[in-house]
């Protein structure tokens, strides 16, 4: 395979051509050094055979720091805890690169020490909501001299080169590249090539007369930033040799701008793979130094196919590799189908806002590699019984099988899944995942009982230690006025015609309720040309949801056409209509021929407490301990079959 290709990049060279993306995953200390917590999960990935692993942003400047745990290299007391980071990434056999950053109008300054971030132009930003000065020209050489100061302390620090990030239109270098943000007339002026370009090629400039001309820079840059009135498609090719000339010795292209929702730097379900891929290519036909190109290039085969249709040269993948820190051996070894694919959920991103860094919802133990480590057998191997086939149930099964525990699963139904079936009928990136589950069922020495209903004679003859019930949520009835109605379709009815791919369902179709799961529904039937309303009492869309979920699950509402309603009481269903209670109080209604109640799951803990004393431990999983999605799931999964 060309992935396993040696390539090099300047000087670095590198075991294959698959690169981890830089990824602010908000673990480092207080004082923006790594902490043990990033030592382990950057690890990992060098463990799991990562060629080139690019660090997080790593600011330049220390007033202005990134997020709240994200790291810098702007002083010489942060070479020692970065070369830490470096030799244990290096004993893996992972080569390394930061990627230096001023955060420019992205700057926390103002929250951290009370300093206005800076940029070409006054511009307010979106993430933080500040807005930024404008740099005087006389301040300028000062922020370029801190690049290359950075880059000298990369370099002592051990790294093997570094990424310099230009892309996406924010932070100090991809404001001054981008029309949008640089509002300059002075030499620097963004409305002209020469002047956008002026400040990356003096920062580069700063970089080699400081590191001389063999520690290698890739710049991560934006290949088109697609938004009116940005740098126009063929921009990034007239400015590219330019870039080389002055000592670049690969791109990095990415694309898009840097939104509210990072719509287009992580993009979500909706868009195509290697979406970036186009302008990767463009750029080859104007440089000889290695492109590579990274966005929604989610597994080995098409990263593969992108390498084999040689648009680009390497291959940069983020979430896959948060998702499967180990998929570079997987791949290595030909066990492709071992690797644990990414389910596109935003959560990595969602986790960070609120603290306690980011997190995976089909991995709990990436980013807890201390606390629960990949491999580790438990002390004691036990007899377990998890009763549930669903995610929750197998991903218990799972781990505790890695834990060298005796396990059997017992499902009712005929096949694995649960519930998680019909998700994945509704949005494709989560069938690779379900299949995933399915075939660790097998490669693992769990016993799987399918169509086998747990009850005191099954589980007292498997004399258990512990006993994990995964056995889903209750659905609670709907209680509106009218959902007697024969058109009014809920619980088991619902999962029958998600089943069947709503055979039949045509017409004015009200979907009620405003969670993931109803969105999702509606989003499907819309997509299929119905007349789709959906209407929630609760006023938000996609409540449980983090924000750039939510905002990836409104645009796709909104391209499919579904009308959404929210913060309306559900007065009644009539035979051909929904009433809601409008927001000035009057009652109005809605034309349906169809009404589908999504959103009514509850804790059950009866089988818990039916069967507490027929082991001496019991947990409670996924659905059943409090409906949750993939993410609550999986976590309370992992950490149950650790505890154990
Ligand atoms: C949690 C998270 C943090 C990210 N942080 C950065 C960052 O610090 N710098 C950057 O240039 N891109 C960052 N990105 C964008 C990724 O580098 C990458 O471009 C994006 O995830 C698309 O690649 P993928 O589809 O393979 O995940 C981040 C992405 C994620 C998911
Ligand atoms: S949290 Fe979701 S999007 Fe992020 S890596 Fe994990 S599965 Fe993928």
Sequence with gaps: MKIFDPIKIGTMELKNRIVVAPMTVDYANPDETPSDRHLAYYSERAKGGAGLITLEVVTVDGDHRYQQNSLGLYNDSLIAPHKKLVDAIHAHGAKVQPQLSHTGPESLGGFFKGIQPVGPSVVRTATTLQVCRELGADEIPRLVSMYGDAAVRARAAGYDGIELHAAHSYMLLGSFLSPLRNHRTDEYKGSKLEGRIKLLLEVLADIRSKVGKDFPITLRISGYERESGSREINDTVRMAPLLVAAGVNAFHVSGGVGDLNITQIIPAS?????????????????????????????????????????????????????????????????????????????????????????????????????????????????????????????????????????????????????????????????????????????????????????????????????????????????????????????????????????????????????????????????????????????????EGAGRKRRGDLSRRLDKSGVKVLTGMPIVAITKDQVQFKNVDGTVRSVKATAVLVADLPQANTELVERFKNLAPEIKSVGDCAGFGLVKKAIKDATLAAHSL
């Design 270 to 542: 909706d868009y195509p793979v290697g979406y970036n891929v186009a302008m990767a290519a463009a750029i080859k036909q104007v440089v000889d130094v290695p492109v590579l190109v990274v966005g929604r290039i989610m597994n080995i085969e098409d990263a593969e196919k992108v390498l084999q249709s040689n648009q680009a040269d390497m291959v940069v993948m983020g979430r896959a590799f948060f998702a499967d820190p180990h998929l570079m051996n997987k791949a290595k070894a030909g066990q492709f189908d071992a690797i644990r694919p990414c389910i596109v959920c935003q959560d990595c991103v969602d986790t960070i806002m609120p603290g306690g860094g980011s997190a995976c919802a089909v991995n709990a133990n990436s980013g807890r590699e201390q606390q629960l480590p990949m491999k580790e057998l438990a002390a004691k191997s036990k007899s377990v019984v998890v009763i549930g086939g669903g995610m929750a149930g197998m991903e218990a099964a799972r781990v505790c099988a890695e834990r060298g525990h005796k396990v059997t699963l017992l499902e009712k139904h005929k096949q694995l899944g649960g519930n998680f079936i019909l998700a994945a009928q509704l949005l494709d990136d989560l069938q690779p995942y379900l299949d995933w589950m399915k075939r660790e069922m097998n490669r693992l020495p769990i016993n799987v009982k399918l169509g086998a209903e747990a009850d005191e004679k099954i589980i007292s003859a498997l004399k258990p230690d512990a006993i994990i019930v995964a056995a889903g949520a209750k659905l609670a009835e709907p209680a509106f006025a009218g959902s007697e109605l024969a058109h009014v379709i809920s619980g088991g009815k619902l999962h029958k015609l998600i089943a069947e791919d709503f055979k039949g369902l045509s017409g004015d179709i009200v979907v009620l309720g405003g969670g993931v799961i109803a969105v999702e529904i509606a989003d499907a039937i819309g997509k299929k040309g119905n007349n789709v309303t959906m209407i929630n009492w609760d006023n938000r869309v996609a």
